[in-house]
């Protein structure tokens, strides 16, 4: 079967992996991301550890049919342009002419969380569904759009970004630069920071939002309050998606995901209190955990040549 190479850079690792047709991962490096250096040199590097990754697992790099990286923000796919990545200090960064030169190959490149979208599209939680969203929730939110079994960017090659759309006027600071949007709430960090504003005393010593969740399980109301709050937040955001686009279900990926009885089953509640009749009347919406866990958007940068 024909091997692929996926690349995911992240902002603060590089996973790029050798990835079947089937989305079976044969071989797999991770470096460290130094977001300081010059793209250019950092491609160099990335590059340099990719054909170790080949020579370790005794595959030549002409056996490689595609080569996709993903990167964690806009990307210009057809010019090989990473348009717009504040958190890794890159742009305006014409990547795919500096893989080019650095491996001699061909290198299509996309957002992360479209990649991310793509792989369970194929091989994951949205494989039995031709249209699906997938909402990545981290540090902050990601989203990609599968329409027809291909990744949709719009017309501006920005699509997905639910994350930055402003749901507390003068709200939080966003570090976009402007108030109040949803990543700020419903965001893992979103959370955390949820909790220690509305509870300042009982979450002070309260450092990771996994905590948050240990102490909601222990049954702590605060914690559970919080963490309800946040999703009905998200399911605003969701129920909003779905009027405006219809994806038949919308996949959570991320840390968030694996948390089914505070998460994912109140957000499919929410969404379906909160959407327009004419699709909640239907039944046929779904929410579901990822499958992919982080290894999605390498996988789906792996398979980008049919994404497109
Ligand atoms: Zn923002």
Known sequence: MKKNIGIDIGGTKVLMGVVDEQGTVHAEKKIAMEPAKPPKEMIGEIARALKKMLEDAGIRLGEIGFIGAGVPGTTNTKTGIVEYCPNISWVDVPAGEYFRQALGREVLLSQDSWLAALGESLFGAGKNYDSIACITLG????????????IFGGGLGTAGELGHTVFVPGGRD????R?????????????????KERYPDAFSGVKRTEDVFELAYGGNEPAKEVIADCVDKLAFGIAALVNLVAPQAVVISGGLCVHEE???APLEREVY??????????????????ELGSRAPMIGASALYRGI
């Open 139 to 150: 540090t902050g939110i990601g989203c990609g759009l599968i329409y027809d079994r291909k």
């Open 273 to 290: 209190r909160q959407g327009y009749v004419a699709w909640t009347r239907k039944k046929q919406f779904r929410i579901l955990p990822a």
């Open 174 to 177: 966003c570090p976009c630069g």
């Open 262 to 264: 505070l998460v994912v």
């Open 179 to 195: 108030q109040g949007c949803l990543e700020r709430y419903s965001s893992g960090t979103g959370i955390l920071l949820e909790a």
